[in-house]
C-alpha cells in the first residue's frame, strides 16, 4: 500500500532512507529543521574557506555505490572519489612522522620496517580480517538484527570464531603488539561506534582493516558532496522536501502516529515516520525521557590560519608519548583525555579551492565524553587542543588566524538532536542483546516509527547511516 512517508532529519541517514522509502513506492516528505541538507555532513562556508565541520574520513564508497544502483542510476554522473595516499600521516611524539601507504603490500612491508616483532601478527590480523570482511557485508551491513534467535545468523558465527569473545579490545591488541605506535593506532577505533578498549569489540577492527585493505578517499568537492549527490537523488525520485521544518513532537492517532507537529504549530500528517533524530530524542517527544549515559562525543576546533601549515597530510594523527594516560582518562573515567589524541583534518593539502591562496584550512578532532554530568563544556577544552599542536612544532599565531569555529557535545545536542551531545546515542552496555548491537531501527511500541542515523543500527559513521536509511525504510 502507497503511503505518506514523513522522513525526520536530512542527514546522511535521513536522505539514504527517504530514497529508500521512495523507492517502495511511498509520497515521501521530509522535514529539516535547519536551513540546508546534510546534518553534520553539511559544508559550511566561512571567511572564504570551505569547512567540512564533520566526518572526514571517507571510506567505503560501495556503500554509496550501492545506493545509485538500486535507484538505477551511475553513482559517477553524481559524485567521484579520489583515493588518499597516503591515507594518514601518524606523528608519535619524539619519533619522525610516519606515512601510511594506501596498498597492502606497502603497508606490511612498513610494519615489517617500524615494528619487526609485530610483523606477523600484523599479518594475521589482516589475513583473518579478510575472512571476516564477508560475512560482515552479508550479516551487519545486509539487516537489521531484531530478534536474538537472529544472532545465530551463520555470518555472524564465522565472525564470532575468528577472535577470542573473552577479550576486551584492548587485551587482543596488547597481545598482538609491541609497540606503542601499533597500540596506539588500534585503540581509537571503537570509539568510532562508541565504544571503548575495554569493550569486547572486535568489529571495530574492521575500521582499520577497510581503511587498510579498501582505502581512504576525498569527494571531489568536499565530504559534503555525498549528502548533496543523495539530496539530488531524492529530488529526482521525486522525495518532496521542507527545510526550516523543525518538528517539536509526535502526533498519536490511537496507539499509532497520526503525523508530526512543527514548531509553527502546523500539523503534518503521516501513515509512517522515520527519525533521523536520536533515538533517545525522538522517544522523548512523546514525553519519554532517557536517563540512560550517554556514549562518546567529539570536541573540534577549525582554524583558517594565514599560511601553509608544514608537515601535514590530508589526515595526521598526533599522538603523545603518554598516549595510555589519555586513552584512560577518556575511556575509563569520561574525562576530556589527557593529553589528548589529535587528529587533524587538512583539506587543503588536497584540495587548495577549501582556502584562501597559501592559507591552511585545519580541523583538529579529539575523541570525548559526551555531556556527563561531571564535565563543563562551557569549559576552556581548546587551549588543550592547541597545546598539544605545540607539542608537535605546530605553533599558531592568534594574529594569523582568519577564523575559529570550536564544536562540543552540546552543540550536537543543540544542533543535530543528539541525546546529551552523544553520537553514538546511549552507552553500548544499555544497548541491545546486552550491548553487543545498536538500538532498533523500528520502535517496540508504536508500529509505524522508524529510526535511522547514529544512535541505531548499524551505527555511526556516514557509511553506516546510509545503511541505516536502507534499514528502517525496510520496514515500511
Ligand atoms: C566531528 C565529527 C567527526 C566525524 N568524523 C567522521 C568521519 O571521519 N567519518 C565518518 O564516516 N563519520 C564521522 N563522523 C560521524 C558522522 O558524521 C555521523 O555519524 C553522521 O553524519 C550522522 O548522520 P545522521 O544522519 O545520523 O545524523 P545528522 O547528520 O546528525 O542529521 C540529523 C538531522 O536531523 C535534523 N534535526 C534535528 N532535530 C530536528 C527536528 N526537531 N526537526 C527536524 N529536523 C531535525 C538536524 O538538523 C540534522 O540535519 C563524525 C562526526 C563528527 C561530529
Redesign the pocket.
Known sequence: MRKQVVV???????LSAAIYARLRGHDVML????GV?????AGIELSGYRLD???????LPRIYEQVFQDAGRNMADYLRFQRLDPISRVCFEGQPALDLPAGRAEIERLVREIAPGDAPNFTRLMANLDHVTPHIDRSIFAHPYDRPWQLADPHLVAFAMRFDLRATYKELVDGWFQSPLLRAFFYGFPSYGGQTYDSKAPGALMIPYLMLQEGVFYPEGGVSAIPAAFERLARELGVEFRTS????KLKMDGPRLGGVHLESGEVVAADAVIS??DRSTTREWLGDIDRRPPSLS?F?VHLGVRRRLPGLRHHTLLIPSDFERGFETLYRHRQFPEPPIVYLNDTTSTDASTAHPGCTNLFA?VTSPAEEDHLDWAGDYRSRVIATLARFGIVIDEAEIDFERT?TPTY?RE????YRGS?YGVDEKSRLFGGLFPLRNRDEQIDNLFY???SVQPG??????TLSGRFAASYL
Not at 8 to 14: A, H, I, N, P, R
Not at 37 to 41: D, I, P, R, T
Open positions: 525526520v532529519g536530512g542527514g546522511q541517514g535521513g522535514l529539516e529543521r535547519s541538507l546534510g546534518g553534520k555532513a565541520p564533520g566526518p572526514s574520513i571517507v571510506i521544518a523543525n518538528v517539536t533521523n533524530v567529539y573540534t578532532v564544536q550536537f544542533m543535530h538532536g543528539n553520537l535511522c542515523g547514529g555511526a559513521g556516514l557509511p553506516m547511516v
